[in-house]
């Protein structure tokens, strides 16, 4: 908080130099700003439509971003507008305007040294630039001499720039251009021609990348397309060398077959099981010998059906192999039918045989062996044209993963072509539909816009002040001129004791002071700090002890106060009926000597030892000095200056003594080796110097006899005063 008040005593000291400089300055600034052109703004809109769409098509582009390609569709138009090339091309059609008819502004001096040759040449480069699209060629002296006609004009490109605005409102589809200047016609002329130049050139911009995106697609396209082909020739070509015609259907037609073999394995591995239990059945009805009898007959039997048996198996092996044929079927059907005929007809061949149902179970038991036998050739014949079947598979498998691979090939590339295919068709179709960015809000010629000459004379007030408050903090930091007892005790570390402020006097009269002879403000608060200090200064000199205590009082430098601070301290003690000796202890300036009309010096106590007159009770004896180049040492040896000291602590309750200031350290160090407590005065508004710090430092360091300090000419809030440069201590 105490920073805070120095800052505001600061700031009120120099108080007339921050009001005036403020005021100055916006005196300064009314006049410049007063002599200033209106200023008429123009406005123009721009909007964009769906422009650009195509521009913006890529092939490996999606429409996932399609917010934030319209946001920045938006920024790169208005930095086009900006660009250095589009307001070339506004400045030419500016200056030629001016070249060849009522010019927008009055000429400048460059302006008016052209002749009309120079003028008609400068038309000429003008317009030449203007159909190339190109910038002035500075390295060439005429085009540099016209560059720098432009500028001495405010036509050039920064010129322009800095008085132009583009920028797109939140939340709408326009963009808006508007430019200040001090003629409204102008200021109309030059949005508008913006506005034609920027949509002539993205026009034409967007068209060109248009045509690029078309052609590019379109070779794109046929790219694919032959891809596409020479695959399918590929797929072709694979399944004519390896005889596939179908791989599904003949993937499909293999499994049937399987499936259809292993059923007809099924259905006669059963028949065989079946035939086998019923000639087992047969042979057990047969004795053993009867079964001899038959079987001797079973060879001649055999070799009368062995051709017929024959044909079965032939024609059921074509019957297998043709997949089934019906055809075959019945050729089977009518051998079987011959067979049966011929096993009828066996039994007449035995007739001499006795048992009368011996030839019917023979006959039927070679019935059953011939079903049997048939039954055994087609599961082996079926077996093996299972195993055909499943080779055939397998030889399918390998070409399968081929062609499955192959087909992949061609779809991804298909798809790919009818993606392409899609884009080039909704390229092609953009590129035929015209581009929809326009100038829906044209410029005119406004009126003036409100005048800002009353904001920037405030403004400018407000900125010289903000800068005198930050000059005079700058100045307040950086100044380290001690000049409250806060800051006195901050840089010293040592305890401040009191103060004294500055008062109006010019002679102090104590006595005055202590009877209300001096009853002003200003000094009853004088006589409340004596008071004050009086009480912490005997405070330290009670710790003490013995009665007749020396007091030291010195400073870091001469003019600081220490003969005031002295005499007022001993003054105080005179108030509460104590009997004081004021020893002028300082050879050098004796200013309480010159101050006091007293007889007793220090020069002759010291050599007689008589103190005439200090038979008083109550009061103030000042102890002078005869003043000269000398020290304490140099009177009389320290034995004696300490004898003689303390017969005056046993006459006197308080011994105050002025010494020198410790500029003459080896002066004043007589005087407080001699001394119980010592108190320093420090002048308020001075600086702790490197050497000043060495003297505090110096008392610090003399242990439990330095007590404090005594801020002195400490400078109150409002008018300066003069310092007080002696006291009236004796009447």
Known sequence: MGGIESFIFWVRKYFLTTVLIPVITMVITFFIVGNLPDSYRSEAQITPGNMGETQELSVLSNNSAQDTRIIQKHVNMAEVMRSKSMLNLVSYQ?????????????????LKQLNDHSIKHAAEILREKYAKKEGLNLRDTEQNRLYNVLQSMEYDDLSLKSSLSVYHPEDTDLINI????????????????????????????VKGDQRSSVKFLENLVNQKSKTLQDHIANLRSYKIRNRILNLNEQSSQIMNQNANYELR??????????????????????????????????????????????????????????????????SIDSLQRIQYTQIDSQPDKSIANPLDNRPNLIQERLNLTLQLDLATYSLNSLKVQLAAISRKYDNLIPHANVIQALDREIETVNKENQDLLTQYNQAKMESEYPVQLRQVLVATPGQPEPSKKLQLVLLSGILSSVICLLVLLIMFYLDDRIRRPFELALATRAPVLGFLHLVGNSTLDLKGIWRNLHGTAEM?????????????????????????????????GEGEGKTLIAACIAYTYVMVSKKVLLIDGNF????????????????????????????????????????????????????????????????????????????????????????????????????????????????????????????????????????????????
Do not use: C
Not at 95 to 110: G, I, N, Q, V
Not at 271 to 289: V, Y
Not at 630 to 643: A, M, P, V, Y
């Open 94 to 110: 500016i200056m030629l305007h001016d070249l060849t008819s009522k010019p927008f502004k009055e000429k400048s001096p460059l």
């Open 178 to 205: 508007e430019y200040s200047s001090p003629n409204p016609d102008l200021s109309a002329f030059v949005v508008n021609t913006l506005s034609d130049e920027f949509i002539s050139y993205y026009t034409n911009l």
């Open 265 to 330: 394995i099924q259905q006669a591995e059963k028949d065989i099981i079946s035939f086998r239990g019923a000639i087992s059945n047969l042979d057990k009805r047969f004795n053993p010998e009867d079964r001899r009898n038959g079987e001797s007959t079973l060879p001649d039997i055999n070799q009368g059906i062995l051709s017929t048996r024959s044909e079965i198996h032939s024609l059921y092996d074509k019957y297998v192999q043709s997949d089934f044929d019906e055809v075959y079927k019945k």
């Open 524 to 556: 009853r608060e004088f006589k409340k700090q004596l008071r004050s200090t009086r009480f912490e200064v005997n405070k330290e000199l009670t710790i003490a002890g013995s009665r007749g205590s020396i007091l030291n009082i010195t400073s870091l």
């Open 588 to 731: 050098d300036h004796p200013s309480i000597t010159q101050n006091s009309v007293t007889t007793l010096f220090i020069e002759d106590y010291f050599d007689t030892g008589a103190i005439p007159g200090s038979n008083f009770s109550t009061g103030i004896m000042v102890m002078g000095n005869r003043g000269g180049d000398k020290s304490l040492f140099e009177l009389t040896d320290e034995n004696t200056i300490r004898e003689k000291l303390d017969n005056l602590k046993s006459i006197f309750d308080v011994i105050i003594v002025e010494t020198p200031s410790l500029e003459s350290l080896n002066k004043a160090k007589e005087w407080i080796s001699f001394s119980d407590k010592t108190l320093s005065v420090f002048q308020a508004g001075l600086s702790m110097t490197p050497e000043r710090k060495q003297y505090a430092n110096y008392l610090s360091a003399i242990n439990d006899k330095f007590i404090g300090w005594v801020l002195n000419k400490v400078k109150t809030e409002g008018k300066p005063v003069e310092y007080i440069e002696s006291a009236t201590v004796i009447d």
